[in-house]
């Protein structure tokens, strides 16, 4: 059966995470992580999306993409398929380099930019591959750079303050650096500390209670909430249920396994709606745009 396409409009910001086949090392040599990287550079001039944050580790890879015109889905299978002939180039091979598809989560940008920059960052220090943040396949050390890079620095620097110096300030604050890398004067001042609080408001903006967000979404679609909750295969309770899935996922602070116990959903099926939005149609796009519209 098909895949269905993913969820895409202008604009639309994605968490993109890309894995070696059978988690297999694709990128160990530093060759192919900057064979990676030049790649996504040619389409990113090629196809015009935007790239805030990426890392290269050994067997897999973050990116947070914005997209313009050109779709989520063309620009990935460009950048798979090019590697893919590349590397089974090289070692004389045939088959997938990737896993059979990509991982691709709709963020909310305006809440949480800063926080999916933080933590695709953060990724090699947590796996013990650096001290500090300073990773060569990462996007870090392009925001402490003045020169252009892959990396569009400038909308998020900007987003923290109007002057350069005070924006990295800020952006290693909230990278949550510490002092192994001996910066001179790394101390923000009182009104840095008070933009920094600001920012940081972004993280729980238009966060509501998983049952108030139930509510709104039943009152708007006419429905009672005991009908929504009831073991029914009726298409438009179906349709409900998967667009409070991926409403909560933006607006809410609950876990998979509370979902799946309050909506009466097997838990694989809430992480399937996530994950892959390949059980999205119009329908369910159209009731979380009446949501986010209203």
Not at 70 to 94: D, G, H, P
Not at 235 to 250: C, F, G, H, T, Y
Request: proline share 1%.
């Amino acid at each position: 059966m098909a895949r269905k396409l993913r969820v895409h409009y202008e604009g639309a910001l994605y968490h993109v995470i890309v894995r070696g086949n059978n988690k297999s090392t694709i990128f160990m040599e530093s060759k192919w992580k900057n064979t990676y990287l030049d790649i996504i550079k040619i389409y990113k001039e090629k196809y015009d999306f935007k790239l805030y944050a990426y890392v290269i580790m050994d067997n897999h890879g973050h990116l947070l993409i914005e997209v313009s015109k050109v779709e989520l889905a063309k620009i990935m299978k460009c950048i798979q398929q090019v590697f893919t002939q590349k590397y089974n180039r090289e070692f004389q091979r045939s088959g997938h380099v990737f896993e059979q598809r990509y991982k691709a989560f709709v963020c909310d940008k305006d809440s949480y930019l800063l926080s999916l920059i933080r933590y695709i960052h953060q990724n090699p220090l947590k796996a013990g591959l650096t001290k500090n943040l300073s990773y060569e396949w990462s996007s870090h050390n392009k925001y402490l750079e003045k020169k252009i890079s892959l990396v569009d620095k400038d909308y998020v620097l900007e987003i923290l303050s109007d002057n350069r110096r005070q924006a990295i300030n800020i952006y290693l604050e909230l990278m949550g650096l510490d002092n192994s890398l001996e910066l001179e004067d790394y101390k923000l001042s009182e009104q840095e500390q008070v933009l920094k609080v600001s920012k940081q408001e972004l993280f729980n903006k238009n966060i509501i209670e998983f049952g108030e967000l139930v509510n709104l979404i039943c009152n708007q679609e006419g429905i009672e909430v005991i009908n929504l909750i009831k073991r029914s295969r009726i298409k438009k309770l179906s349709d409900i249920r998967k667009a409070i899935v991926l409403l909560s996922e933006k607006y809410c602070r609950i876990s998979n396994k509370e979902i799946s116990h309050i909506l009466k959903l097997n838990p694989s099926m809430v992480s399937k709606i996530k994950n892959d939005a390949v059980v999205i149609n119009e329908q369910v796009i159209n009731i979380m745009k009446r949501y986010e519209n209203k």
